[in-house]
């Protein structure tokens, strides 16, 4: 069964940095392009970022453009985001999700890591 | 970026009833247009995919149809465990979301 797990989050002081990992199973993960969504709190879904399957090629929204860096390790099966100089509206619980490419969907998310930005 | 506007922001309805859920698109999304349920304290779960493909596993009473600019996601007779929030989603271009909208059941 295809399994996707965050971990990393947590309470950060503005300004701080943060790393998220998302440890991967039951699939080929260098197949797939991985990427992560954000949910703030009682709030809708936001695409953060998404990576390709050989690590090459990496793309953001606009918003996390700068902050934001993604990568990942295929001899580990995981995929990283570092958020840097976070702020408060960064706080969210962010999702791993896997994108099937042939019709572009989400089709696997992880459970979700809460990140908390706050003094 | 393309915005994904959903209809309406929530409803309420009985078990067994037809539910309708609108998306409308900024600009044409061809039939890139995916659809999501999202339980409290869960994550999102693929519903339909390519506007009308139905994800392995979901059952038979969710459909959607649509393409361009203009989505449709309904549920045929409408299940106490549908109580959620609905997401469309467009991935012609960089990844969007709809607002949601939430489902209750009367």
């Known amino acids: 069964d295809v399994q996707l797990l965050e971990s990393g989050g947590g309470l950060v002081q503005p300004g701080g940095s943060l790393r998220l990992s998302c440890a991967a199973s039951?699939?080929?993960?260098?197949?797939?392009?991985m990427t992560w969504v954000r949910q703030a709190p009682g709030k809708g879904l936001e695409w953060v970022s998404g990576?390709?399957?050989?690590?090459?090629?990496?793309e953001y929204a606009d918003s996390m453009k700068g902050r934001f860096t993604i990568s990942r390790d295929n001899s580990k099966n995981t995929l990283s985001l570092q958020i840097n100089n976070l702020r408060a509206e960064d706080t969210a619980v962010y999702y791993c999700?896997?994108?099937?490419?042939?019709?572009?969907?989400?089709?696997?998310w992880g459970q979700g890591t809460l990140v908390t930005v706050s003094s | 970026d393309i915005q994904m506007t959903q209809s309406p922001s929530s409803l309420s309805a009985s078990v067994g009833d037809r539910v309708t859920i609108t998306c409308r698109a900024s600009?044409?999304?061809?039939?890139?247009v995916n659809w999501y349920q999202q339980t409290p304290g869960k994550a999102p779960k693929l519903l339909i995919y390519?506007?009308?493909s139905l994800q392995s596993g979901v059952p038979s009473r969710f459909s959607g149809s649509g393409s361009g600019t203009d989505f449709t996601l309904t549920i045929s007779s409408l299940q106490p465990e549908d109580s959620a929030t609905y997401y469309c989603?467009?991935?012609?271009?960089?990844?969007?979301f709809g607002q949601g909208t939430k489902v209750e059941i009367k």
């Open positions: 990576l390709r399957g050989d690590g090459v090629s990496a």
């Open positions: 989603q467009q991935s012609y271009t960089t990844p969007t």
């Open positions: 999700a896997r994108w099937r490419g042939d019709q572009s969907e989400f089709d696997y």
């Open positions: 390519a506007a009308s």
């Open positions: 039951g699939f080929t993960f260098s197949s797939y392009v």
């Open positions: 600009q044409t999304a061809s039939i890139y």
